[in-house]
């Protein structure tokens, strides 16, 4: 009998099997760090206490492009239908987003991945 630590692997028959030690990496589905790759979505809800010009102001003056009446056009959107993706993109940047428009007072959703 052996007295190695590790007894050799042998089947039903008592055939020794044969192992690897070989690692098989697995391609990546996401970027470094898996869960911050893809595109994170900014959510903007509805709520009672900011007036439409406050959130479309506020959406024009945090998110790059969108133009004052693009805002109120997201604000209406908010309104009609109780939130809307306002913005949609890498982890970082929509965590950036998302802490200007709820310090300006907006009621925000938790991120969403894409």
Do not use: K
């Not at 470094?32 to 007036?51: A, C, E, F, K, Q």
């Amino acid at each position: 009998m052996s007295s190695s630590a590790f007894p050799t692997p042998t089947n039903s028959q008592g055939i020794i099997c044969a192992v690897s030690t070989t690692t098989i990496e697995r391609p990546r589905q996401a970027g470094p760090g898996s869960g911050l790759g893809g595109d994170w979505r900014v959510i903007v809800r509805n709520d009672n206490h900011n007036t439409f010009d406050h959130v479309a102001r506020t959406l024009a003056s945090v998110l790059p492009n969108t133009t004052l009446e693009q805002g109120h056009a997201i604000a209406e959107q908010i309104h009609n239908t109780g939130q809307a993706i306002v913005w949609s993109g890498p982890r970082e940047t929509a965590e950036l987003y998302w802490q200007q428009l709820d310090s300006a007072g907006l009621t925000m959703a938790p991120l969403e991945r894409s």
